[in-house]
């Protein structure tokens, strides 16, 4: 292996490795969880459990549901405040709905600031919200969530630390750490006093709000985590704990549960609480409450929520249906991102479920009351199967996060599957009643699941592999629990009678345990990761049709065959990319009719997805920012092109002399131009080949790829190619694309020899204008210019101060004010492109793996040389101007 290859190895390997730290980190915190949780409850028996929950007072029921209601209510105020802090106006209805809505599913999905905003896009966009608005939405409630949280938290252990010992940090630790979370709220108050200007965070634009509504951020927060922590404490048996007291216990165990990962915190909350609070409460106690809390503040709102959004996209498809195909607005599009994540969430729990239902006894008489009706191996077959369709519904969860059909039909069995044996199993009607609440929102959501990619193709994130294998280990713990009373043998595998529960379980477990092991066998001895395909002669043809509907020239460098292509499913457009160790990047707009382009985006984003790449659209225009932007990319200018107006092109008058001494020096000395047709191509493609190798000669360069062209015979013989000749020998030459509705003329490969006439390519050049313009064409393009028409103000991003250094400073590495002055000379119009890319602190990474792709490769981008260095990484762009 190389030193390349062992780099790029060296960089996945680094990758996967960060990507799986935090998971890994999550799941030993909760088997520690789950190992608290099984010491401190030896005593407690499942019985006991469940005859304690339904001895729970209906009064404390009651008071929990009632504060659960006002803590939800306390929470449309972070929405309120954010939309205060940008100056909109919305109903207090619409922003009540779509608060709670967003923080039910947040609260039990986990990153809250992402989940929460794609159910705020989803109806804040109806009602005139931007996306550069959301942005700062999403900023100040995420502010707003941490302020109560650091204030109260920190009030909490510096007037009731920890006690010494047992595990506990010195109480003036805990003390310190106290104050110090309240100094980070303090902070941020003074800064909304001190600063005015917008903050800057990796690209985006952030103001600080009046200190007015900071006061209001800090009081309505810390009300609201005072709330939330009033309903756990009124489901407390009665105890002598103050309720300031319990709240040191409930915000720890909170900060340790975010910090795990883990959706909810399950299991690392919960063992928190029950070692925090064992001084006052008998394990079993604790459960209970837990238990009770699970079920009143997370699940109750969250199947609320799932039913509202049921029935609010049951609304919009009935509304696309009136307006008789009118294209989807930016709700109908957030509906298409937001309801495969949701219903995979959903489908997970629903095999989790499944798993817990068959780690666990059934409800007493239940079975007794299936004896007369069910033979015993019915019972016994459709326990089993349970289990082993709940551990699927775990795996096919992902798929359906991918949106793919295959795993949405077999899921939708599955969970057909799943409520037939909860019934048959135990007369569970329960579990049936809320497997079927998944069921029909699967089934109305049929049409958002419309992928064809191979199940096994998909690559699974570390997160997901971790709560799979977490959620299966959780279900045999608690079947551990739950059976703990049974004396194990050998028996107890073999054993078939009706109350054999603890059989059954184990039988189960080890039933799930080998699904899942040759699943991931299956995963091991699958595909291989994702290789680029060249395109072949059916895939070019196709190409040629769509560039030719389209009127793309930049697109002609799909006939290099140095890229892949991706099409739509009716191959009326592609996307054509390459894939530099993580970085696949995407060569301009998606080369389509207009109403395809944010189809091809969203594929082109889900294949990368697919296979763990870092998606890059790379020198993209203008018209489909909007696309990108609504894919969460962000946008980086790389420079700007140069286009001529044909219309006011002339060779006449003062101003174009210099044009005119150019073809008069060119003719005086011997040279002519012309253009040869594709069909007569081949038959001087030699003395192109002497022209090219000369020119790479004479500079002491390589050939590049991708967004450059390279000589290739083939591909130079599908184009007109225009030459100056002299003597009968080509001197330069340069391969044309015409774009077939007449609109715009480019020049892609251009060499000249070495002892070519003076200013050769820029005669060429006048040459080949006069001739498009002749031929009525519009405009005639002169490729990139790299960082150029950057932001010089002082509130410019960081990029955009970074480009314009390079380009005012970086004469010694690039000629970028050279390259500029010298496209100036022709008058040009002046087009931004741009990189979309996903943000954060990717760009750098992204802009070396385009120039090595361009180079072909990082060994041809690091050359000794520094010449030849400086030549091969061009920050990717394409600067057509050999001669410049």
């Not at 006894?361 to 077959?381: H, K, N, T, Y």
């Not at 991918?402 to 899921?411: E, G, T, W």
């Not at 069995?413 to 007369?427: E, F, Q, W, Y």
């Not at 092109?649 to 253009?675: N, P, V």
Request: some cysteine; glycine content about 8%.
């Amino acid at each position: 292996m190389g030193q390349t290859e062992h780099a790029t190895v060296t960089r996945s390997v680094s990758h996967r490795v960060r990507q799986l730290l935090p998971a890994v980190i999550g799941l030993v915190l909760s088997l520690a969880a789950l190992g608290v949780l099984r010491t401190e409850l030896r005593t407690l028996s499942w019985h006991g459990l469940v005859a304690d929950m339904l001895a729970t007072p209906p009064w404390r029921l009651g008071l929990a549901l009632l504060l659960t209601g006002l803590n939800y209510a306390l929470l449309t105020g972070y929405d309120f405040l954010a939309l205060a802090s940008i100056g909109k106006r919305l109903p207090r209805s619409h922003v009540a709905v779509t608060s709670f809505l967003s923080y039910a599913i947040a609260n039990n999905v986990g990153l809250a600031m992402l989940s929460g905003a794609s159910v705020r896009y989803r109806f804040y966009t109806r009602w005139g919200v931007t996306a550069g608005e959301l942005t700062r939405i999403v900023f100040s409630y995420s502010v707003t969530f941490w302020l109560g949280l650091l204030a109260l938290g920190g009030v909490s252990l510096v007037v009731h630390p920890f006690p010494a010992g047992h595990g506990f940090p010195d109480p003036r630790v805990a003390a310190l750490v106290g104050w110090l979370l309240m100094l980070v709220s303090a902070a941020y108050l003074v800064a909304t006093m001190a600063r005015r200007a917008p903050i800057h965070i990796r690209g985006l634009e952030l103001s600080l709000p009046p200190p007015r509504l900071a006061a209001a951020q800090l009081v309505i927060s810390t009300v609201e985590w005072a709330m939330a922590g009033a309903v756990m404490y009124v489901l407390l048996p009665p105890s002598q704990l103050s309720f300031l007291e319990f709240s040191s216990a409930f915000l720890a165990a909170i900060l340790i549960g975010l910090a795990s990962y883990i959706p909810g915190g399950v299991g690392v909350f919960e063992g928190m609480i029950v070692l925090l609070l064992k001084r006052y409460f008998a394990s079993g106690e604790l459960l209970r409450t837990l238990v009770l809390y699970r079920v009143v503040y997370y699940l109750l709102p969250l199947t609320i929520a799932m039913v509202v959004l049921a029935v609010d996209e049951a609304r919009q498809r009935r509304g696309q249906i009136a307006r008789l195909g009118v294209t989807f607005a930016p709700v109908g599009r957030l509906v298409e991102q937001l309801t495969p994540r949701a219903l995979s969430i959903l489908t997970f729990l629903g095999g989790v479920l499944l798993l817990v239902s068959g780690a666990t006894p059934a409800a007493p008489g239940r079975l007794s009351a299936l004896q007369g009706a069910l033979p015993l191996a019915v019972i016994e077959i459709s326990h089993f199967l349970g289990s082993i369709v709940g551990a699927a519904l775990l795996v096919l969860s992902h798929g359906l996060k991918r949106r793919l059909d295959a795993a949405y039909f077999l899921a939708v069995t599955g969970v057909a599957i799943g409520i037939a044996v909860s019934l048959l199993k135990g007369a569970d009607y329960e579990e049936a009643t809320l497997l079927t609440l998944v069921l029909l929102l699967l089934w109305r959501a049929r049409p958002a699941f419309d992928r064809r990619a191979a199940f096994f193709e998909t690559r699974f994130s570390a997160a997901w592999i971790v709560a799979v294998v977490g959620a299966a280990g959780a279900s045999v713990w608690l079947g551990m629990f739950a059976f703990r009373h049974v004396e194990y043998s050998r028996e107890l595998w073999w054993q078939f009678e009706l109350h054999a529960e603890a059989s059954r379980f184990l039988r189960a477990s080890v039933g799930v345990a080998t699904g899942l092991l040759l699943f991931a066998m299956a995963r091991l001895v699958g595909p291989a990761p994702h290789e680029l395909v060249q395109p072949d002669s059916a895939d070019l043809e196709a190409a040629r049709a769509i560039i030719a509907a389209q009127g793309s020239t930049t697109a002609n460098l799909v006939f290099l065959r140095d890229k892949a292509m991706l099409f739509d499913e009716d191959r009326t457009g592609f996307v054509m990319y390459g894939v530099q160790g993580r970085t696949w990047i995407a060569l301009g707009d998606p080369v389509c009719p207009p109403d395809r382009v944010r189809g091809l985006i969203r594929r082109f984003l889900e294949r990368c997805g697919d296979f763990g790449g870092v998606p890059v659209f790379y020198e993209v225009g203008t018209d489909y920012l909007h696309h990108y932007a609504d894919f969460g990319l962000t946008l980086a200018k790389v420079g700007e092109e140069a286009r001529v107006d044909l219309t006011a092109f002339t060779l006449h008058g003062a101003r174009a002399s210099k044009h005119r001494q150019l073809m008069r020096r060119l003719e005086k000395d011997g040279g002519a131009f012309r253009i040869i047709p594709p069909a007569q191509v081949p038959a001087v493609v030699d003395q192109l080949r002497a022209v090219s190798d000369d020119w790479l000669n004479e500079k002491a360069a390589a050939e590049k790829g991708f967004s450059l062209g390279f000589f290739d015979a083939e591909y130079l013989s599908r184009f007109p190619v225009a030459v100056v000749e002299r003597g009968g020998r080509i001197e330069a030459f340069a391969n044309i694309w015409l774009d077939e509705n007449g609109a715009s003329v480019s020049l892609d490969l251009m060499r000249y020899r070495r002892d070519a006439p003076r200013d050769v390519m820029e005669a060429l050049f006048v040459h080949m204008m006069q001739w498009a313009k002749d031929h009525g064409y519009r405009w005639f393009a002169l490729g990139m210019a790299p960082l150029s028409g950057f932001e010089t103000s002082p509130v410019a991003t960081l990029w955009s101060r970074l480009g314009t250094l390079l380009y005012r400073h970086g004469e010694a590495f690039y000629n970028f004010q050279g390259l500029r002055a010298y496209k100036e000379k022709f008058n040009p119009v002046w087009a931004p492109r741009y990189l979309a890319y996903p943000g954060g602190l990717t760009l750098p990474r992204i802009l070396v793996d385009a120039s090595a792709l361009i180079a072909g490769g990082y060994r041809s981008l690091f050359k000794p040389a520094l010449e030849s260095r400086i030549r091969n990484l061009e920050f990717g762009m394409r600067a057509r101007i050999p001669n410049s």
